[in-house]
């Protein structure tokens, strides 16, 4: 006996389903005895008669006979809930269309055919596998039907859980409203030299050491330099040391930090080049062993699979499915992006203009932040020299300078708090 048929008519008889909603044809029913029960059940629906495991039985015998007696029916009914139902007949249906795909596939071997005919099979396969089986799901909430789990959310931020991922720098999160909001996309974005590279990976390791699940998507680098950026910056090792004819006291100290970073859920992804693939292995990471947020380092590198007339169709369709991701996995999407050289200079207000190759970037993006640093020649012993700003917050305030000192020989970023004698870091 097939257990997700009679599931099916048990949820008939006992009342979790109607004979009406069941999206099935009686042919998709190996039993054809259940089969026919479910034809007989929609007729009695359909005639205003109640239908339970007695009136059901006493309707069947009289059309079919058969050997299914009333108190199997109430056995079938004991089991079945409306969510067993529904995954039976999802089953059901998976089964069917394997069994009509196959039958199409045979018919189309068989034959000594065209291309165009078997092309005209296949079609023909497609349109009818998506007449019988293709549902259109309910994805609308009812406020009453969300309510307690909005509650239990207030109550988290009034003890002081957060729902977003912090970056690790205080005054920057809180202008974001406790961090990186989950769900949404995130863009941090500079010309070129402008230690956006390193700003991510400042976040990452903050987020790591704190015990995020932290995945870091790479076109510039290689995982072995990232790794290199992240230890000059935490152990307080220049980058330019780290060399040939390497010291054996930096090797030491090198291979001392990098044992205490192996525990941390870091992990790196160079190899990546289209969206589409990105988003697969993202939802695979999560599903297996977790992910908190995702770094994109730097989205104008990333391609689609698929064709675009432009250049900046393409980029927009990225940030788009970056977006989606961040909403299916309910995490904060970082994605760096790359300004134009014409943002040089310009006002902090007008620099969104110069945001390269798209401006779909920019609907798409819940926060974006203009990280600005000065030039090595330009920066002053003990002043800050290097700046974010956030020039769009849909949840709070922009145009807002955060100010930081950056360290380019170790790619480390401080938070700069301003004193009345003086900076502290």
């Known amino acids: 006996m097939n257990f997700y048929e009679t599931t099916v008519i ?10 009406s909603e069941i999206s099935l044809s009686p042919s998709d029913f190996q039993e054809t005895d259940l089969g026919a029960m479910l034809t007989v059940a929609r007729d009695m629906e359909a005639k205003g008669e109640p239908v339970s495991a007695e009136t ?20 079938y009914g004991s089991k079945a809930t409306s969510s067993s139902v529904a995954l039976a007949v999802s089953k059901i249906q998976e089964r069917a269309l394997g069994e009509l795909l196959r039958a199409k596939a045979e018919q189309m071997l068989d034959g000594d055919m065209s291309g165009g005919k078997l092309l005209d099979l296949f079609r023909a396969a497609v349109r009818e596998g998506e007449s019988q089986y293709a549902t259109v799901g309910n994805d609308f909430e009812w406020t009453a039907d969300t309510a307690a789990q909005q ?17 690790g720098f205080s005054a920057y999160d809180r202008h974001l409203l406790d961090g990186f909001s989950k769900g949404d996309l995130h863009i941090v974005v500079g010309v070129t030299g402008a230690g956006k ?8 390791l903050h987020q790591a050491k704190a015990g995020y699940t932290v995945g870091y998507v790479s076109r510039e680098m290689s995982t072995a330099e990232n790794l290199m950026r992240i230890q000059s910056a935490d152990a307080q090792i220049p980058r330019w040391k780290i060399k040939k004819n390497l010291d054996r006291g930096l090797l030491d100290d ?5 044992e205490s970073l192996k525990p941390l859920k870091l992990v790196f992804n160079t190899k990546t080049t289209d969206v589409e693939s990105l988003r697969l292995q993202s939802k695979s990471l999560a599903e297996t062993k977790g992910l908190d947020i995702l770094y994109v380092d730097y989205l104008q590198l990333m391609k689609s699979a698929t064709k675009h007339t432009s250049r ?24 760096l992006c790359q300004f134009n050289r014409g943002a040089t200079g310009a006002a902090i207000t007008e620099v969104m203009f110069y945001l390269k190759e798209s401006s779909g970037i920019e609907q798409d993006a819940s926060t974006i932040t203009v990280l600005q640093t000065e030039k090595q020649e330009e920066r002053s012993n003990g002043l800050p020299d290097a700046k974010a700003v956030i020039v769009k917050n849909r949840n709070g305030a922009t145009f807002h300078a955060m100010n930081f000192k950056f360290d380019g020989e170790t790619f480390r970023f401080l938070e700069v708090r301003e004193m009345p004698n003086g900076y502290s870091y």
Not at 254 to 258: P, S, V
């Open 10 to 19: 048990g949820g008939i008889v006992n009342g979790s389903v109607k004979p």
């Open 197 to 204: 590279s390193a700003f991510a990976l400042n976040c990452a």
């Open 151 to 167: 509650i239990a959310l207030y109550e988290d931020l009034h003890f002081g859980k957060t729902v977003a991922v912090p970056s």
């Open 254 to 258: 090198l291979t001392e930090n990098l």
């Open 56 to 75: 059901l039985y006493i309707r069947f015998a009289e059309t079919n006979g058969g050997w299914i007696s009333a108190q199997m029916l109430h056995g």
């Open 312 to 335: 900046a169709n393409e980029v927009q369709m990225i940030s788009r499915t970056l977006k989606e991701l961040a909403m299916e996995l309910n995490i904060p999407v970082v994605s």
